[in-house]
RNA sequence: GGGCGAUUGGCUCAGUCGGUUAGAGCGCACGGUUCACAUCCGUGAGGUCACUGGUUCGAAUCCAGUAUCGCCCACCA
């Protein structure tokens, strides 16, 4: 489509105008579906499927976000481009009690409330909510450039999820692994929802241990006045709830009052004092207060002896009806009251601070309270053993493999998952009892036909009121998003995943409890791969949150530097399960080196020479035209395809932007660039080397524009779209064929790499020098060279006028050896491993030269001392490898070489005029 | 209470299987206006690899312990 445009890109790099317009191109070739019609995947190959955590409907995408599609949309391409089918399914995640969380907050901006719409007003509000967040989310990550596969785009309520959560409820109900009890569970007042354990955060704080007396009754029923059992406790307002206290079996001080009865006060119930080692001797008085309605422990302990389990607290946790003359009071105001009563009475004896742990709501932060409630819970232990099997046996991967061990520990100690919510915003439990209280679990939208106990009509039947954990349904994402429970194509072709994305902060959320279902559900583990990413952290380390405003949007970032730099940034350095700081600087950093990229390209399309055609065909020139400079570049160009498709299969993309910046920076701009312009420049270089030299310029820059693509995929897009390519090349980049270092391989050749490498040597060397010396920037000097090695000396007579360009230097006169040189020469002197390099003087600072010569001899000295001295000890000789020892002795050679060098240069008539 | 991770120049981080002189970016200093790029080019300074001990011919790297920071898990009133 660009064939009539100028293949020059425009002057300066403006990201903008450079990503406009290349997402639709995409979008319209079809190039995302892994059966689009411009994918030119080989269906022979395994397709490769990333699973990502699909976001919250109701939210904006963050810089986390922004990280996640760029780590997943970078794999995706590279995997892409290899040839592979990839399937990158876009999705959102209905969310929920983060959903209602979201939109209680806004409507209680208006004076509203989830109870003053009620139920379906309240869920027509929620689509509607949805409706504008949606498009705004794909907007983002069509600008962040996501390849996601529209066509296959789910949401985690919409009738396909649907379909697959009552399918796997049932299916877990008939196997015996969901179940309804009643039971302790966590309830937030705030949100009135149970949650699970893991929404329930322990907080540290410090709260106050009351020690309270409890009368003892006599044989007449009444309470004795001067006889009393102490207790202590955190929570005074729980006493109304009490139904025993619990002494240590073998505790002397208390042994004798086991079997005795205690009148609770307030509520004016006698209950038994019993043992229970659960009891702590050296905690408090040693006696505890049995609340078996209102903790966990006590539950425990209640259920052992039989205990009445009295609810004082109802769902806004006030005090109910059980609570006596409390009634109606707020849990803290109660607490408050009890303990003023409890004073007024005399059995208050003392209160002390105490630190203790809280759980708090996930979502609210308000204390949770330990409810009895009716739920419906998910046997997990069975589940949890097939999931840890799956990593134990190796056909699931965690990445970094350090997450396995804490993967391990939660679900080995996993409690049973509740799985009812009271909230309204999401899947409706598809469980319906009888009026005889038969419960019938069906997977029909319908419901059942009837009662599946008493065959009751389905009219008399009333489904439970309750929704989903909104992490049942995610739990299922992998296959449900195919079309599990459907035997589809996708599912067959697509299931399992190959790579799981997602933030470490999700592994028991998420990632375990598909690995629970997806084995028991469709008998395989849901992926191969769990790749964890850090966290997105702002410069001083701290999470980004909106509420601090460190929280951005990545469209702002987008609009300052660019979707590419944003990318770049985002993954540079990183690594999985290791956090990244994202900054200024590294922002900057990667902007300047999309900068540095395009220009790179600019200079290369505006330098092809008229030997080569405009719309010539790439291609490598023959092996006869390379110059030295061509060899090394093209020996580096395969050794960074090499290690950047390494570091891929690695998934190490840390590593794919540290090795293509050097690349790309260092070697291509800095050395070649520089090489190939003078070439082209110089009269005497004939036209066949001339096209050479741009063919391969034109050859490294296209292998770096496809290896930069997964990472940075509209500048190398763009940049694509103006060089030649190669017969059989796509239009698109997107879809053009990751490289193999073969063809660069067999033009490079090692030996004239080497000699190239010691020649840049030498060129930093004189530069050094000069800068030392103190010699002006832009003087020219004259210079001779010796260089001892012929290799070198090759390669250096065909690289002199750049390399003397680089230098500075002209003209240079370069010999065999130091006996060449005319004993006239007398002048700054460079020492390298390539040879060395004497100058006139120019207007430098002689004194000061002397005084580097005497740095680097005296450098050298110690080095070389430090050598002998390793080599000399006997039982490095023996013990070391012969490779270490022999590489130590030339080593030592070279130092000596060196310093003997140094010394004769500084004996010599340094210190005389110039006489060239 | 249990577990995990980190500690390398002023800042942010690489550092492979233990093996030449521990690297990079930013910042800093000095110097650069020729036709890709000042979002640039060149040069340089700057490190007791947290500490202690051990293993080894040899340790930033392996082991043990300590310290500091961060994170995760945890039903003792």
Redesign the pocket.
């Known amino acids: 489509m660009n064939d009539e445009q100028a293949r020059e890109l425009p002057?300066?790099?403006?990201a903008g105008s450079v990503e406009a317009g290349i997402y639709t191109r995409w979008l319209a070739a079809d190039v995302f579906a892994p059966d689009g019609a411009g994918s030119r995947a080989d269906p022979a190959k395994p397709p490769f499927v990333i699973i990502q955590p699909p976001p919250n409907i109701t939210g904006a995408l963050h810089l986390g976000h922004a990280q996640r599609t760029t780590v997943e949309d970078a794999m995706t391409r590279h995997a892409r481009m290899t040839g592979r089918s990839t399937l990158y399914l876009p999705g959102k995640d209905h969310a929920s009690i983060a959903a209602q969380y979201v939109l209680d907050q806004i409507l209680a901006g208006e004076g509203e409330s989830r109870q003053s719409l009620g139920r379906e007003r309240y869920l027509e509000r929620m689509h509607a909510f949805m409706a504008e967040t949606r498009p705004f989310m794909t907007g983002q990550l069509e600008r962040v450039g996501a390849s996601l596969d529209w066509g296959r785009e789910r949401f985690t309520m919409d009738d396909g999820s649907a379909l697959a959560v009552r399918t796997a409820f049932k299916r877990l109900f008939d196997d015996g692994l969901a179940y309804r009890a009643e039971a302790l569970v966590n309830w937030c007042p705030t949100c009135r929802t149970s949650i699970s354990?893991?929404e329930?955060?322990?907080t540290?704080e410090t709260g106050t241990?009351w020690t309270i007396r409890y009368h003892l009754v006599d044989e007449a029923g009444q309470p004795e006045p001067a006889a009393w059992i102490s207790?202590?406790?955190?929570?005074p307002e729980t006493i109304l709830g009490d139904t025993a206290v619990?002494v240590?079996p073998e505790d002397d001080r208390y042994r004798s009052l086991v079997g005795r009865t205690v009148r609770i006060p307030f509520v004016e119930r006698d209950v038994p004092i019993i043992a229970d080692d659960?009891?702590?001797?050296?905690?408090?008085?040693?006696?505890?207060?049995i609340t078996p309605a209102h903790?966990?422990?006590d539950f425990?302990t209640g259920k052992r002896h039989g205990l009445a389990q009295i609810t004082v607290l109802d769902d806004e946790a006030r005090v109910n009806e059980a609570g006596g003359p409390y009634v109606g009071l707020d849990r803290y105001e109660a607490r408050q009251r009890i303990v003023a009563d409890l004073d007024a009475l005399g059995d208050l004896e003392g209160a002390r601070p105490?630190d203790?742990?809280v759980?708090r709501c996930q979502r609210s932060n308000d204390v949770v309270e330990p409810r009895l409630k009716t739920q419906w819970f998910i046997r997990t232990k069975p589940l949890a053993a097939k999931a840890m099997a799956s990593v134990r046996e190796g056909r699931v991967e965690i990445l970094p493999a350090?997450?396995e061990?804490?993967f391990f520990?939660?679900l080995e100690?996993i409690?049973d998952w509740n799985v009812s919510r009271q909230l309204w915003w999401g899947h409706r439990i598809p469980a319906w009892t009888c009026p005889d209280g038969h419960v019938t679990v069906s997977d029909r939208i319908a419901g059942p036909e009837a009662c599946g106990t008493c065959g009751r009509p389905a009219a008399e039947l009333t489904q439970d009121p309750d929704i989903f954990d909104t992490w049942f349904s995610s739990g299922l994402w992998p296959f449900s998003a195919l079309g599990w429970p459907e035997r589809t194509a996708d599912l067959a072709r697509y299931y399992p995943g190959t790579v799981m994305e997602t933030g470490y902060?999700i592994l028991?959320f998420w990632i375990a409890r598909m690995m629970m279902l997806g084995e028991w559900l469709t008998g395989v583990a849901p992926f191969e791969t769990v790749y964890l990413s850090g966290l997105v952290k702002d410069?001083y380390?701290k999470?980004m949150s909106k509420t601090k405003g460190t929280g951005v949007d990545p469209l702002t970032t987008i609009a300052e530097i660019g979707a590419d730099a944003l990318r770049f940034a985002l993954v540079h350095?990183i690594?999985p399960g290791?956090?990244?700081?994202l900054?200024q600087?590294?922002l900057?950093?990667a902007?300047?080196?999309?900068?540095?990229r395009w220009?790179?390209a600019?200079?290369v399309l505006?330098?092809r020479p008229p030997e080569v055609p405009p719309n010539a065909e790439a291609s490598l020139p023959a092996a006869t035209d390379l110059g030295p400079a061509e060899r090394w570049i093209l020996g580096r160009c395969a050794a960074t395809i090499e290690a950047v498709s390494r570091a891929h299969g690695a998934y190490q993309l840390?590593?794919v932007t540290?090795l293509l910046?050097?690349a790309v920076?260092?070697e291509f701009?800095?050395w070649y660039?520089?090489l190939a312009?003078a070439r082209l420049?110089d009269p005497a270089t004939t036209p066949a080397a001339k096209a050479a030299t741009w063919r391969t310029l034109a050859w490294v820059l296209e292998r770096y524009v496809r290896l930069l693509h997964p990472v940075m995929p509209f500048i190398t897009e763009s940049i694509w779209a103006r060089l030649p390519h190669e017969p059989g090349d796509p239009d698109l980049l997107i879809v053009a064929g990751w490289p193999s270092p073969d063809r660069e391989r067999a033009l490079a050749d090692p030996a004239t790499e080497a000699a190239v490498e010691s020649l840049l040597g030498l060129?930093?060397a004189i530069?050094?020098a000069r800068?030392?010396a103190g010699l002006?920037?832009?003087a020219t000097l004259e210079a001779d060279l010796v260089l001892p090695d012929p290799g070198v000396r090759a390669a250096y007579d065909e690289l002199a006028e750049p390399l003397g360009?680089l230098a500075r230097l002209k003209p240079v006169r370069s010999h065999a050896g130091l006996e060449t040189l005319p004993a006239s020469v007398a002048a700054l002197v460079v020492i390298s491993?390539a040879g060395e390099a004497r100058l006139s003087r120019g207007s430098g600072d002689r004194e000061r030269e002397h005084a580097r010569l005497e740095r680097e001899l005296a450098d050298a000295h110690r080095?070389l001392a430090?050598?002998d001295e390793?080599l000399a000890?006997p039982?490095?000789a023996?013990?070391?490898?012969a490779a270490?020892v022999e590489?130590?002795r030339?080593?030592r050679a070279?130092l000596a070489a060196q310093v003997a060098t140094l010394t004769s240069r500084l004996a010599d008539d340094l210190g005389g005029e110039p006489t060239t």
């Open positions: 002057k300066a790099y403006d354990d893991l329930t955060i322990a540290p241990l207790v202590a406790t955190t929570r619990a240590h659960v009891v702590e001797r050296a905690f408090g008085t040693g006696a505890v207060k903790d966990l422990d425990e105490h203790m742990i759980g350090r997450f061990k804490v520990h939660w100690n409690r902060d028991f410069p380390g999470k350095g690594a290791a956090d990244v700081k900054g600087a590294k900057d950093g902007r300047n080196f999309s900068n540095k220009h790179a600019r200079l505006g330098a840390g590593d540290r910046y050097e920076w260092n701009c800095d660039l520089e312009k420049a060129v930093r530069r050094n800068a030392e002006e920037a832009s360009r491993p080095r430090a050598a390793r000890d039982a490095f023996a013990r070391a490898p270490v590489a130590a030339l080593r070279e």
